[in-house]
């Protein structure tokens, strides 16, 4: 079945850099791109940017423009998440999920999460 | 580029059936028909209800329907049910010049 698996929980000291990871199966991983979606506790949603694992193109959202690089490594299935100058409002569990891809704009399934605390 | 609008909460009782609004504009939520869906029980992630404003993906209840007019797009939840007690977030395309996102501020749904 189709699985995202991302990597385990951070903690980081502000102005520090994490790199989250999400590792595909049970799809051609150069089908589909990956997107990044965050959620500050008890908050919603945010989408953060996605990565065309085709041709590694990408498109941030503008408030992370700078601070955020989302990479993919075709070998190993597996996207990347590096947010840099970390803030305590980086807080967050941040998700990767399959999509947008040629079939549609959605996201379906989604990882389990990964929470990065900043933190002093 | 600013979070679509949904109600904070909504509530019915079992069998009952409940509608959440998200309200954009023209660049998102009225000028594309890429409006999806998404429920989220606490501590889970997001799953994938509605695409394309009205198609259900396989697996989904249909109980489960969504549309939209202008720049407001709508779940509709038939029927409701105690599992279905969860937050819902709408999600729109808003690119044209640009390939990007916006969810909305999400909708905590309360079976009572």
Known sequence: ?120 | QSALTQPASVSGSPGQSITISCTGTSSDVGGYNYVSWYQQHPGKAPKLMIYDVSKRPSGVSNRFSGSKSGNTASLTISGLQAEDEADYYCCSYAGSSTFRYVFGTGTKVTVL
């Open chain 1, 1 to 120: 079945q189709v699985q995202l698996v991302q990597s385990g929980a951070e903690v980081k000291k502000p102005g520090a850099s994490v790199k989250v990871s999400c590792k595909a199966s049970g799809y051609t991983f150069t089908s589909y791109g990956i997107s990044w979606v965050r959620q500050a506790p008890g908050q919603g949603l945010e989408w953060m940017g996605w990565i065309s694992a085709y041709n590694g193109n990408t498109n941030y959202a503008q408030k992370l423009q700078g601070r955020v690089t989302m990479t993919t490594d075709t070998s190993t299935s597996t996207a990347y998440m590096e947010l840099r100058s970390l803030r305590s409002d980086d807080t967050a569990v941040y998700y990767c999920a399959r999509g947008p891809s040629r079939a549609g704009n959605w996201f379906d399934p989604w990882g389990q999460g990964t929470l990065v605390t900043v933190s002093s």
